[in-house]
């Protein structure tokens, strides 16, 4: 056959295969507002950049008639492109295909470029839209899931990880997502679970949908599974490119350096944003905008423990991880999911050399029985972990109040904290001044002719005494009391001061985070 006649064979058989489930399972994706896999990927990645690999991989089973068979591409679209110019390694699961069921061929395509997107130290984008192991192939498909989970493990802390769930993802197609740094979910499209709604009322006689049980929503709002949430595909990929434009490639690397731009006009007055009655709630994204560069600041798990608010922005061209208590919300407490929350984003920083700024102004810890039962010891714990342990270049800035274990697990200079900067109106002790006052001068108080005069006084002398930014700057605890408008300048010169920190602690295989 002459190579002109192989030629057009070679068209042929790629038509075919990129049909994945033929016309009419196309049709039924996208009457739900889905694109099909190819298209996902063609929509992320930069045009005429995605070159596809194992295109012609085939299914070897042969129980449950599989043996007859054709199950284009196995069900999973792979290869490599680029996002920002940057290459990146990229599978993406087509539901047209028995659902996108992960069989072993399905699995050794996954596994194969996710071997390539570490050794080449580039990102892995994972666009999932499966039912999980492939029922008909039985332990082979539990295999394939594990080949995957080890090698989310192996190059997590080493290259992004990244999870965009497309589809209802049952199973270990929601497991290895749960391994990997962000997760993006889409508005009515994304749908996890371990186990869906019929499994649950066969088990259970439980009765739920599936938007319900694990739509985006859901995971965005209460699980805190999910890491951005995006009303339609596009944005979701607007999202993730957004995001890629902030984090480095590898943990070798610097996030890409920016041109420096001022924040926004309407945040340049700092000190306006923070009430100086410290019970007055504000809006800590505020802060955050008048000190990044162009007042560009990207959220992560915006919806979910709102009293803690993570997240990127540029500090001179450099990207900053933000780690910041949320006044408006709870008064911006520490408890069991914001804990959560901010140490894990302490451990990406830190993982991919990405400074990390603290903002502080908080009560404390949040008390009372549900958040001792649900196990705030260990989940607070783990945010005192993580600062300990993170290396990078760690910034603190207290703001209002940071009382108790709130201000020792905030970024504190005893966490070993590089620089530690306090405003004038900054509240530094074990508790707010009412319950201070209350418990140490309380035979006083209720010895006096007039106990409420007594307490308003004693609540008084207790803030002149400590409710002030001078006693932990007198120990060195705090590094200077800075002026609101010094903040981003002071930021700028402690960045640079710290770009070549270096530092070591003991030698050991792995510590033990209160996981
Ligand atoms: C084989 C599967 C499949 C699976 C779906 N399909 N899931 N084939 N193995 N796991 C096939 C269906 O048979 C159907 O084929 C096609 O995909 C579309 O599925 P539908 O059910 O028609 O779609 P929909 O109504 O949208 O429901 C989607 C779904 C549901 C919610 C994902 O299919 C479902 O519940 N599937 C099973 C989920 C599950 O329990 N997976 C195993 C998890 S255990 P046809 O030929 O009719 O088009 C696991 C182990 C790892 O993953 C655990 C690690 C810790």
Redesign the pocket.
């Known amino acids: 056959m002459p190579l002109k006649q192989k030629i057009q064979e070679l068209k042929k058989k790629r038509e075919e295969v990129q049909m994945g ?1 033929g016309e009419k ?1 196309i049709e039924k994706q996208q009457s739900m507002g889905k694109l099909t896999a190819r298209e996902r990927i063609l929509t992320l990645v930069d045009d005429e950049s995605f070159h596809e690999y194992d295109l012609f991989v085939e299914h070897e089973a042969r129980d449950f008639n599989m043996d007859k068979k054709t199950l284009h591409g196995d069900g999973v679209v792979v290869g490599t492109g680029t996002v920002n110019d940057e290459p990146v390694g990229i599978f993406a699961q087509d ?1 047209t295909v ?5 069989g072993l061929m399905h699995a050794r395509k996954i596994t194969k470029i996710m071997d390539h997107a570490l050794k080449m130290r580039m990102p892995l984008i994972g666009i999932n839209d ?8 039985g332990v082979n ?2 295999a394939g ?2 080949e995957i ?1 080890f090698r989310n493990t192996l190059s997590s802390g080493v290259i992004p990880q990244i999870s965009v769930i497309l ?7 929601v ?1 290895s997502p749960a391994l990997t740094d962000f997760v993006f979910v889409v508005d009515k499209i994304s ?1 996890m679970f ?6 649950i009322k066969t088990v259970l006689g439980e009765e739920i949908s ?1 938007e319900d049980l694990g739509g985006a929503k859901v995971h965005s709002e209460i699980t805190g599974n999910a890491h951005f949430y995006a009303e339609s595909e596009k944005e979701c990929f607007e999202q993730i490119e957004k995001l890629l434009s902030f984090i480095p490639w590898n943990n070798t690397q610097k996030a890409p350096i920016r041109e420096p731009k001022p924040p926004k006009p309407e945040f340049k007055n700092i000190e306006k944003i923070v009430p100086g009655d410290p019970r007055q709630p504000y809006d800590i994204r505020n802060v955050v905008r008048a000190i990044v560069d162009d007042s560009d600041f990207l959220e992560v798990q915006e919806l979910w423990a709102q009293n803690m608010v993570i997240g990127f922005g540029r500090i001179s061209g450099e990207t900053c991880g933000f780690v910041c208590n949320q006044p408006r919300v709870l008064a911006g407490v520490l408890d069991v999911d914001s804990s959560d929350k901010a140490a894990r984003f302490i451990r990406y920083c830190d993982a991919f050399n990405i400074p990390i700024i603290t903002l502080v102004d908080l009560p404390g810890y949040l008390p009372g029985i549900d958040q001792e039962h649900a196990g705030v010891i260990r989940h607070g714990a783990k945010i005192l972990y993580a600062y300990s342990e993170a290396t990078v270049a760690k910034l603190t800035v207290i703001l209002r109040k940071a009382y108790g274990g709130g201000y020792i697990a905030m970024g504190s200079r005893h966490l070993r904290s590089d620089f530690v900067f306090a405003w004038p109106g900054a509240e530094i002790a074990v508790m707010g001044p009412e319950g201070a006052a209350n418990i140490i001068f309380r035979k006083e108080i209720m010895g006096a002719e007039d106990p409420d005069e007594m307490r308003k006084e004693k609540v008084k002398e207790y803030k002149e005494k400590f409710a002030n930014p001078y006693v932990a700057a007198a120990k060195g605890y705090v590094d200077t009391v800075i002026e609101p408008e010094e903040t981003r300048k002071l930021l700028i010169h402690a960045i640079d001061v710290a770009k070549n920190k270096a530092v070591s602690g003991p030698r050991k295989k792995h510590g033990i985070p209160p996981f």
């Open positions: 489930g399972a539901f028995a659902g996108g069921s992960l499966s039912g999980g192991a492939r029922i008909q192939e498909s539990l899931y594990g989970f589809g209802p993802c049952a199973g270990g197609a497991y749908k371990i186990t869906g709604p019929e499994v599936m």
